[in-house]
């Protein structure tokens, strides 16, 4: 009666379903995905590490050594890997960019009064995040910390511990170079008015989330019109509406409308009579930080604004940037909460590049609004974890011995020249817990002489996530993988005609 029946797992899953385990196929397995991850990773640390080529699934080419975005770009599939992509994933969301014993020994490496710093002093802040932006556009240090520091301090809430770093936002103008790069206390708008009102100062704000247009039914009806008179008076009767809602915003003080799609002719016509300028915004991120930065409400419907929906911009104008026109809205201190980083650079790749590291620098102004201290860079809280580490490991017997001595090793993954990390160990050997490496001499360094420092709870994060990530993955002895849901499949290159 049974035969040919499935039983057990294969019974319990559907039939295309995956199954892995003991530690021959599941652990064996996991731990070579892990190892093949941090491979491609391995050789992109620090500032002079190697650039990855990156084609993502929609045929968009990434050229870059930043780690966060090749792996977010690779969509790796294997369940073991996925868990170091997600810890990978939460030290950008706590940073941007262990053990208990671990963490202990961070501790005594942490540089005296590191902890004491005004946050809103713009010199203290970008010298403090030189590091984490260094590490991505080495030699370009010297002029993005200012930059970010700056956009940083004008946008840093009364309780520094609340800063958002959404409120620092990066526009990209291809043209000129990085030199050219600016902060505004304000939104820029990569875009141009629609009318003729090219600037407004001191101008309440109506923010509308659809179009500017004549409502049209979802409905077909006919329309019969027998003479000339009913057919002026239908178009006439069109007009009056529009203008009694154009009248009524502009009754309402707001001398800019914005809106989310597009402006009808009529609409633009009446705008322009009554002298308000007409943005269009068809992001509804741009458009939500707009409001943010302005208080205005988006309404839903085309009426005149009550005046709690309207917001206040003080200058708002049309500026040329590098032969690229954007609409420009500056507030006063004591209003919009948004500040906007103005990269400029000779080609769409390098603005990507100094886009993320703008990302690091805004990141690491948000830890230290959290926690100020301060590590030794370049590599020294490594090399004396490892030292520290191999100490406690020669104490321990059996395999908890092997596995303390494995974990040590890992600290020194970044550092692949065996001359460079020997040449640390003896530093540290000597006494020199703050040697780093000096990447332009090679030789151990103090780089706190330098102004380079890491932050303490960048690292702290890195050694906890990565730890847990590992626990987590040593600890699956079983791998279960049910079968794909269907859908379009992905397309083949090469197979369709060029046009």
């Known amino acids: 009666m049974s035969g040919g029946m499935p039983y057990g797992l294969q019974a319990m899953l559907k039939e295309g379903h995956q199954h892995m385990s003991g530690m021959e196929e599941a652990v064996f397995r996991n731990i070579e995905a892990c190892k093949q991850l941090s491979m491609i990773t391995k050789t992109s640390m620090g500032p002079n590490g190697m650039n990855k080529m990156v084609i993502n699934h929609l045929e968009k080419l990434f050229v870059t050594s930043d780690a966060s975005t090749i792996v977010n770009e690779l969509e790796i599939q294997h369940p073991a890997a996925r868990l170091i992509v997600l810890a990978a994933q939460a030290q950008e969301q706590e940073i941007g960019d262990a053990t208990n014993f671990a963490l202990q020994i961070l501790e005594t490496l942490i540089i005296k009064d590191s902890d004491k710093l005004d946050i809103r002093n713009k010199q203290a802040v970008a010298q403090r995040i030189r590091g984490a932006v260094s590490s991505k556009q080495y030699g370009f240090e010297d002029l993005l910390c200012p930059l970010i520091a700056q956009a940083c301090i004008d946008v840093c809430p009364k309780n520094p511990n609340n800063f958002n770093v959404d409120n620092v936002r990066v526009i990209k103008i291809t043209g000129s170079g990085a030199y050219n790069s600016s902060v505004v206390k304000g939104i820029v708008i990569k875009r141009d008015t629609e ?118 911009a003080k200058s708002l104008a049309l500026e040329e940037i590098g032969g690229t026109n954007v609409v420009v809205l500056q507030q006063d201190a004591s209003q919009g909460q948004v500040s906007t980083v103005v990269l400029r650079a000779s080609t769409d790749n390098t603005l990507d590049d100094l886009e993320r590291a703008v990302d690091d620098g805004v990141n690491a102004y948000k830890a230290l609004c959290r926690d100020s201290r301060m590590l030794p860079a370049g590599g020294a809280p490594e090399i004396e974890l490892c030292q520290q580490l191999q100490k406690y490991g020669r104490k321990e017997t059996g395999l908890d011995q092997y596995a303390i001595a494995k974990y040590a090793e890992s600290l020194e993954a970044s550092l692949n020249a065996t001359d460079v990390v020997s040449s640390l160990h003896a530093a540290h050997a000597n006494g020199q817990q703050t040697a780093g490496l000096d990447i332009e001499t090679g030789q151990p360094k103090d780089l706190a002489e330098d102004g380079i420092l890491d932050l303490y709870s960048a690292k702290w994060w890195a050694l906890k996530l990565a730890t847990d990530a590992v626990v987590t993955v040593l600890r699956v002895d079983q791998i279960i993988m049910s079968k794909q849901a269907g859908g379009p499949k992905p397309r083949q290159g090469g197979g369709d005609d060029e046009d």
């Open 195 to 312: 009318g003729t009102v090219k600037s407004v100062t001191d101008a309440k704000v109506a923010v509308f989330a659809q179009g500017v247009d004549t409502s049209s039914t979802e409905t077909k009806g006919t329309v019969l019109i027998k003479n000339a008179e009913e057919l002026q008076t239908y178009s006439q009767g069109e007009e009056d509406r529009m203008e009694q809602v154009i009248k009524g915003i502009a009754d309402s003080g707001a001398k800019v409308v914005v809106a989310g799609s597009a402006y009808g002719e009529m609409a633009m016509h009446f705008i322009e009579k009554y002298g308000m300028m007409a943005l269009r915004l068809p992001s509804k991120f741009d458009m939500r930080r707009f409001c943010r930065a302005t208080g205005a409400t988006a309404l839903v419907k085309l009426a005149a604004p009550q005046p709690d929906e309207l917001g206040f």
